[in-house]
């Protein structure tokens, strides 16, 4: 069975910082060409990718919103991708999710991706 496995979330101020993790179990990153993506959701508010990785040639994609702030990682033997949010805005406040897909190329797009994480709250005070 797949699980995708969030942690890491909190309050922090704003320009503070955060690392999410995403352990995923019932498959194993090496075994085919995943895709690793993150989204969130604020209240009242649609979902949105945030990152991604293609965990085959660790190519990464990331929203306007988050480019310079956030980084992307995988840690292939833990099976295990992270986010790294730096000087986060009261605006990063959100529900984070991570999802997984088998579509490399699916960039930021939720539809596209098959299995999803029961999400970690990031509140970022101003």
């Known amino acids: 069975e797949v699980q995708l496995v969030e942690s890491g979330g909190g309050l922090v101020q704003t320009g503070g910082s955060l690392r999410l993790s995403c352990a995923a179990s019932?498959?194993?990153?090496?075994?085919?060409?995943?895709?690793i993506g993150w989204f969130r959701q604020a209240p009242g508010k649609e979902r949105e990718g945030v990152s991604c990785?293609?965990?085959?040639?660790?190519?990464?994609y990331y929203a306007d919103s988050v480019k310079g702030r956030f980084t992307i990682s995988s840690d292939n033997a833990k099976n295990t991708v992270y986010l790294q949010m730096d000087s986060l805005k009261p605006e990063d406040t959100a529900v984070y999710y991570c999802?997984?897909?088998?579509?490399?190329?699916?960039?930021?797009?939720?539809?596209?991706?098959?299995?999803w994480g029961q999400g970690t709250q990031v509140t970022v005070s101003s």
């Open positions: 999802a997984s897909t088998l579509d490399p190329a699916a960039g930021l797009i939720p539809n596209e991706y098959d299995y």
């Open positions: 019932g498959f194993t990153f090496d075994d085919d060409d995943y895709a």
């Open positions: 990785i293609a965990i085959s040639d660790g190519s990464t």
